[in-house]
């Protein structure tokens, strides 16, 4: 059995890693990162910068979800 991991050509929200809108499951396939970490350090920013991160965070989050197209099985190449 071979062991193929799956990339993201562009960047797109992830079909396989997605919590809520799969940003930061795109973001981390695209990058060949884990999902966790992306989510890790979006949560661990919060206490260091208060309001400031936690809203410009939601609001990256959601601009992102809006701009972001849905990964498709086009959208990936295997390595």
Do not use: C, D
């Amino acid at each position: 059995m071979s062991n193929v991991k799956p990339k993201l050509i562009r960047l797109h929200r992830s079909k396989r890693y997605r919590m809520i809108a799969g940003v930061f499951g795109g973001l981390a396939e695209y990058m060949g990162w884990s999902p966790a970490l992306f989510r890790w350090l979006f949560v661990l920013s919060i206490p260091l910068t208060a309001t400031v991160t936690l809203f410009g965070g939601i609001l990256f989050y959601l601009i992102a979800w809006m701009v972001m197209p849905e990964a498709t099985e086009q959208s990936y190449i295997y390595q």
